[in-house]
């Protein structure tokens, strides 16, 4: 594949996307587990099944944090003289 140079004629630089803006994408077609994963829509199974675990733990993580605001309320509403004496 010859290369173009990165200048035209008049001297002036072009832009690195016009050099490539004509150039083919290679393509190739899947190969092995990705056409089986293509072929069935398993992909979008399994691709599917990682958001709900991320979104499972996100939801996980945003209740454990919300127990424990509740939890360090509690305790400081009923030790307020173990409170006073820490600020001093």
Same mark, same amino acid.
């Not at 209740?63 to 509690?74: A, G, P, V």
């Given at each position: 594949m010859k290369l173009q140079a990165l200048t035209d004629t008049a001297g002036i630089a072009t832009p690195y996307d016009t050099i490539w803006a004509t150039a083919?994408?290679?393509?190739?077609?899947?190969? !092995?587990?990705?056409?089986?994963?293509?072929a069935e829509d398993k992909l979008y199974v399994v691709l599917a099944v990682v958001l709900i675990i991320?979104? !499972?733990?996100?939801?996980?993580?945003?209740?454990?944090?919300?127990?424990?605001?509740?939890?360090?309320?509690?305790l400081q509403e009923r030790l307020p003289e173990a409170n006073t004496g820490l600020s001093s």
């Open positions: 083919a994408v290679p393509t190739k077609p899947p190969q !092995g587990i990705e056409r089986i994963m293509l991320w979104f !499972g733990l996100i939801l996980f993580i945003f209740r454990t944090d919300r127990k424990l605001d509740r939890l360090e309320r509690t």
